[in-house]
């Protein structure tokens, strides 16, 4: 068999992922497992550029890897690490910023949002090398595709830009990656805004099916229908955005058709939402949670996976360092 191409994606530890997260980007991870050599990794190091309380990076971890197990990343034929577990980041990332003029960063477009959004004064400079160290993340494995949404597509720009600057300056060691952009379904929070944590209206991969109802159940609808005997329109409601990512036809259109002709009630419409979101859902969460009641083997398969991705980065220092040509 050929040599699959590598693809790399990384993601910070802040705890159970939601349905956002798991249609924006987990489902694609477990997908591409078929088909490429995965390299899936936690970014605490990253979380750091955001704050220095890090008391809930370990369980938050615990609890993103065991959503990670409970969708169907498979620690066999993936290989799941730790970012600070492999520190040969952190090296890359210093020879990196050696060839990285600032100008490249300042223009990141993330840089200037976290600045304007967070309303920081002093940004520091890890926030500011934050797309540096994703360059280094990606190029360390040599990967071919890096799966990530629209607003990552500058730092897998940038770590092109990065490579080929390091390529001229010292040889070839890098190959250039891609971005995989995900079909991402509109995945609306309960209160219909964009499903997110710090909005508190996200439904979680962990969440019971009883806390699923009660969320569901009191979800923003179409604001025009007021009434029971008012009819609805399915396009502007977030419910019926949930409805496409999981109720098949013909339920798909008899909820459509009954709400634009009050024929059924937006509870009853909820109801044929829930018979449909519960059961997949119900067997991503039991997985799960089988995993996350093992923390300790949960540690041990990022333990392995951390091994297995310091022997590729050890290998590219190698070259790096050989092409550097510092060591007498
Ligand atoms: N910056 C990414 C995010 O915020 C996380 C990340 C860090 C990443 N390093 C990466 C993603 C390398 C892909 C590849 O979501
Ligand atoms: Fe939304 Fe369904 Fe109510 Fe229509 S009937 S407004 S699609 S919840």
Redesign the pocket.
């Known amino acids: 068999m050929a040599r699959r191409e590598r693809v790399?994606?990384?993601?910070?530890p802040s705890g159970g992922l939601h349905l956002g997260n798991y249609l924006g980007a987990l489902a694609n991870w477990v997908t591409l497992q078929d088909d490429y050599d995965c390299f899936y990794f936690s970014?605490d190091w990253?979380v750091l550029t955001d704050r220095s309380e890090t008391r809930d990076v370990p369980a938050n971890t615990i609890e993103m890897a065991a959503d990670w197990l409970g969708a169907g990343l498979d620690p066999e034929r993936s290989t799941l690490f730790i970012q600070s577990w492999v520190p040969e980041h952190a090296e890359l990332l210093l020879l990196f910023s050696m060839v990285t003029p600032v100008g490249w960063l300042e223009r990141v477009p993330t840089y200037k949002e976290r600045i304007e959004q967070q309303e920081i004064v002093s940004p520091s400079y890890g926030l500011l090398g934050?797309p540096l160290?994703?360059a280094a993340?990606?190029l360390m494995y040599k990967a071919a595709w890096?799966p990530?949404g629209v607003d990552?597509v500058p730092?897998v720009e940038l770590t092109r830009e990065v490579a080929r600057r390091f390529n001229n300056t010292f040889g070839p060691v890098f190959p250039e990656p891609d971005a995989k952009l995900t079909q991402i379904p509109k995945v609306p929070g309960t209160d219909g805004r964009k499903m997110s944590k710090s909005y508190g209206n996200d439904i979680e991969l962990a969440d019971s099916e009883e806390t699923i109802r009660q969320k569901v159940r009191p979800m923003v609808t179409d604001p025009a229908r007021k009434r029971r005997t008012d009819p609805g329109n399915p396009e502007v409601c977030p419910v019926f955005d949930l409805h496409r990512i999981f109720t098949p036809e013909p339920d798909l259109t008899t909820a459509a058709t009954g709400c634009r002709t009050a024929g059924i009630g937006c509870l009853d419409c909820k109801d044929i939402l829930l018979k449909h979101m519960l059961p997949p859902l119900g067997r991503i969460r039991e997985r799960r949670q089988a995993f996350a009641e093992k923390p300790d083997a949960i540690v041990e398969v990022l333990r392995d996976g951390s091994r297995r991705a310091q022997v590729v980065a050890r290998q590219t220092m190698a070259e790096v360092r050989e092409a550097v040509h510092l060591s007498p």
């Open positions: 790399l994606s990384g993601m910070r970014a990253h934050y160290l994703q993340d990606i890096v990530v990552q730092h």
